[in-house]
């Protein structure tokens, strides 16, 4: 059974740090590109940032580009989420998914596996 399991989310004020943290079992983690989406209360699923199965290729969403960074460690299982100067627009439940293959999508309906998600709350 595959699963994804995120944490580090919490409540951070405006222009601070939170890395998240997304844990997965049950796949071949190195075979599969992980992308992180995020979900604000009446809005769409957005993406936010996606690394390819080997860490080679990253991808952002124009709203957190040169503020988050995405990483692996293929050997400890773990995808991870630097999110620096944090907005009040950042403010959203934070998910991680996963899809097969090497090309980093932004679309939801490319990504096969998700997790629960991590509530990610910026105060002003």
């Known amino acids: 059974q595959v699963q994804l399991v995120e944490s580090g989310g919490g409540l951070v004020q405006t222009g601070g740090s939170l890395r998240l943290s997304c844990a997965a079992s049950g796949l071949s983690f190195s075979l599969y590109t992980v992308g992180w989406f995020r979900q604000a209360p009446g809005k769409e699923r957005e993406f936010v940032a996606g690394?390819?199965?080997?860490?080679?290729?990253?991808n952002y969403g124009d709203s957190v580009k040169g503020r988050f960074t995405i990483s692996r460690d293929n050997a400890k299982i773990t995808v991870f989420l630097q999110m620096n100067s944090l907005k009040s627009e950042d403010t959203a439940v934070y998910f991680c998914?996963?899809?097969?293959?090497?090309?980093?999508?932004?679309?939801?309906?490319?990504?096969?596996?998700w997790g629960q998600g991590t509530q990610v709350t910026v105060s002003s």
């Open positions: 998914a996963a899809r097969s293959g090497q090309y980093v999508l932004s679309n939801v309906d490319s990504y096969d596996y």
């Open positions: 690394i390819s199965w080997k860490g080679s290729n990253t």
